[in-house]
């Protein structure tokens, strides 16, 4: 569900730019608020420790000398009442990756603990803060590498194992670059040049791999649209695992247009039920096919379902068309009565790749799971390791682009350090927040 206009846009203009540099202390709400056993806090900054112990109520203080431990106490507020019982693990300004004192909280996690817990920090002095400011921090300490800071951003939001598995990759990615780096800026001072090759042989390899990467991390719009009855419901509740939809012998079921989150390996899908398309019989279905082409406009892949068993009609191959500019599958269903040659003969009308299904039985619904893997990433058997956002597609084009076209060793070791980004860097740092906040990866 997306969140109304108005609250979109602000959030938008908050995440859009990174926080500006400070020091002064911050509370953090780590955990999503609902009902939970615990709610985690972390409060960083300059004096947090100090500002946190008029707070504290336990036997020993939560102080730097206690980092690595987690002390049980109470949490009260400036007249000494209890707010809640919590556990508090301390780190020094050497052991934490802003540089800051910091200390991780984790109280009871129902909405009104955690709310009765921010107004007592607030109370004492710690600003509310938005998460992503702890890695902003943590990169301008030269704590955290852009790779990850990346990685921080986008792993909240991971909704399969697979998008997970992607970005729990970058340290093989980081890794491969900082020897690639290493190894470059040696060879460059033994004034040697073995090295541009393999170097240029990697940035290529990898920014191939880029979009593919991107695309994984994204959400799929995919449509099912074709004529009515053809069994697209049926295809809709078995991509999706559920019963979601209403399905009916009768053409004409589906008058909606239904949009649920699903899963097809690893890819994050929005997958669209829609009413099927022939000539209306009154208005209301009128509507409701103008709203399924409205969303194949929008979609990222149509899935043209079709009763494979028999010859389309021409008024259905008519209808088709409009399909036929968005990328697509052609889905022969009913694989149990049979595939008739005049069905199959329309993939090449419409210049689709074809799958044969049977959406009652299930049968053929691998086959059609690789094809939409296919026709989404782009690429067949993508792997975890590689690149998965624009700004490291950026620093390695304009690394090959480089090699290819003969620039020094210095200028090319910049582009692998902004890649890398292990230094601090406010312009490559805008540049994370920029893309993250537009969710372009
Ligand atoms: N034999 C056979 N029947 C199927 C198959 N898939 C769906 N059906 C049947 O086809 C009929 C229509 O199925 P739906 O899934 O409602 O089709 P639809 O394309 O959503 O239809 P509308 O919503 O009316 O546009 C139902 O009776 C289904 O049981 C299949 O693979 N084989
Ligand atoms: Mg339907």
Redo the contacts with the bound molecule.
């Keep these: 569900m997306g969140l109304p206009q108005a609250v979109e846009t602000a959030e938008l203009k908050r995440r859009v730019e990174p926080p500006p540099p400070s020091s002064d202390p911050i509370c953090v709400q780590a955990t999503a608020p609902g009902a939970a056993a615990i709610a985690t806090f972390v409060l960083d900054g300059k004096g947090a420790l100090a500002a946190f112990t008029p707070l504290w109520k336990g036997q020993q203080a939560p102080e730097a000398s206690q980092a690595g431990r987690l002390l049980h106490g109470q949490l009260v507020d400036a007249g000494g009442k209890l707010v809640d019982e919590v556990v508090a693990a301390p780190l020094g300004e050497k052991e934490s990756e802003t540089g800051f004192e910091q200390l991780e909280l984790s109280c009871h996690g129902g909405l009104g603990t955690c709310a009765a817990v921010r107004e007592t920090l607030v109370a004492a002095g710690f600003r509310h803060a938005p998460a992503h400011e702890l890695s902003a921090r943590a990169h301008r300490a030269g704590k955290l590498g852009l790779i990850e800071l990346e990685t921080r951003l986008r792993l909240p939001a991971a909704a399969t194992p697979r998008q997970a598995e992607l970005l729990l990759a970058r340290g093989e990615f980081q890794a491969r670059w900082e020897r690639l780096g290493m190894e470059a800026s040696l060879g460059m001072r033994r004034r040697e040049i073995d090295w541009r090759e393999p170097l240029h042989a990697a940035a290529l390899l990898d920014y191939e791999r880029s979009e593919p990467g991107r695309k994984l991390l994204a959400t799929h719009r995919v449509l ?1 649209a ?12 078995r991509l999706l695992g559920a019963e979601a ?11 909606d247009r239904l949009e649920r989150p699903a899963a097809t390996r690893g890819l994050a899908l929005n997958l669209i ?1 829609a ?2 398309l022939r000539a209306p019989s009154e208005d209301l279905e009128r509507e409701g096919q103008r709203r399924a082409l409205e969303a194949a406009a929008e979609a990222d892949l149509v899935l043209i ?1 079709i ?1 494979g ?1 028999r010859a389309p009609a021409e008024a259905e191959c008519a209808a088709l068309e409009p399909l036929a500019a968005r990328p697509r599958l052609l889905v022969l ?5 049979g595939t008739h040659a005049e069905a199959e003969g329309l993939a090449f009308a419409l210049g689709a790749e074809t799958c044969r ?5 299930g ?1 053929g619904l691998d086959e059609l799971e690789l094809a939409i893997e296919r026709a989404l990433l782009g690429v067949e058997g993508f792997e975890a390791g590689g690149p998965f956002t624009p700004r490291q597609a950026r620093a390695l084009e304009a690394l090959k682009w480089g090699l290819e076209q003969g620039l020094d060793g210095v200028e090319l070791i910049g582009h692998i350090r902004n890649l890398v980004g292990t230094r601090p860097n406010e312009e490559e740092l805008a540049a994370v927040f920029r893309e993250w906040a537009r969710n372009d990866a």
């Design positions: 099912l074709g004529p009515v009855n053809a069994g697209k419901s049926t295809l809709s509740n939809s209403l399905v009916g012998d009768e053409p004409g079921t589906t008058r039920d009413a099927g379902v009763d068993s269903n009913k694989l149990d009565l299904v049977c959406a009652r039985d049968r």
